[in-house]
């Protein structure tokens, strides 16, 4: 009987860690061969929304990183504060425009490990980031993935 106690405890344990990473809203499989839903708020020289379509190092990052999921990109363009409440609402899947990782939006964003550098202005160097969904470990993982794989090439 205790034999089949502990059967039964292992098989309970080994099913609840089968999906991790996890997304609870489902992002990477909502994303993967749909939308991905992108916020960018202008900050040259990173993003650009001044033209028809937003331009930028940055939303070619956003563009291959659709194109790996097999996702088509909507843009929205707003503040940074809009963008990342719409992230934090599941409005949005990422956020782009020049964040760095000193960014103040850690209780709204997953922030991604920097996979850029630049100088700002005043010769300061500045680490650049992107802002996922919180939560969203397996989005998020995913996303990291691709930035380590585009960095390697």
Known sequence: MAALLLLVVLALAAASCSAVPADPDHTL???????LR????????????GGAEPAGPETDVARDFAQSLDAEVEWVEGGEEYLMEALKQGDLDLVIGGLT??????DKAALTRPYAESTDRWGK???HVLAAPMGEN??????????SER???
Do not use: I, N, Y
């Open 138 to 147: 397996a989005f998020l993982s995913r996303l990291e993935q691709f930035l």
């Open 101 to 106: 990782e000193s960014s103040p939006w850690t």
């Open 151 to 153: 960095e390697g090439s």
């Open 125 to 127: 160097q500045q680490k």
């Open 38 to 49: 992108v916020g960018v708020s202008h900050s040259p020289p990173s993003t650009d929304v």
């Open 29 to 35: 499989d909502r994303v993967s061969g749909g939308t």
